[in-house]
Nanobody, 125 residues
Framework: QVQLVESGGGSVQAGGSLRLSCAAS????????MAWFRQPPGEEREGVGA????????YYADSVKGRFTISQDNAKNTLYLQMNSLKPQDTAVYYC??????????????????WGQGTQVTVSS
């Protein structure tokens, strides 16, 4: 079965960096669309960025463009989220998600049947 396991969260000061990992199993990496979402405290979950693992296109939310970068290692079946210039408003639980049907906007959360357990990122000012 499909499994997604995030890691790499933690606490960092504003301006710092973190790299999140999402280890995937149970499907052929390179054939799915994968995305990062986050849920700030007391708020709804929102999209961060997405990728079709079989292509080079990347999509990012405006709030993270220029600061966050999605990459992947197909040999390790792992998706990454490099987060630089972190701000307190980036504080959230970060989730990776996957779907085999890549139709429609990457922002549609209900299109992703597979989710990781989440990893906490806390940015202090």
């Amino acid at each position: 079965q499909v499994q997604l396991v995030e890691s790499g969260g933690g606490s960092v000061q504003a301006g710092g960096s973190l790299r999140l990992s999402c280890a995937a199993s149970g499907f052929t990496f390179g054939t799915y669309c994968m995305a990062w979402f986050r849920q700030p405290p007391g708020e709804e979950r929102e999209g961060v960025g997405a990728v079709y693992t079989g292509a080079s296109a990347r999509y990012y939310a405006d709030s993270v463009k220029g600061r966050f970068t999605i990459s992947q290692d197909n040999a390790k079946n792992t998706l990454y989220l490099q987060m630089n210039s972190l701000k307190p408003q980036d504080t959230a639980v970060y989730y990776c998600a996957a779907r085999s049907n890549c139709a429609g906007s990457w922002l549609y959360q209900d299109k992703y049947p597979y989710w990781g357990q989440g990893t906490q990122v806390t940015v202090s000012s």
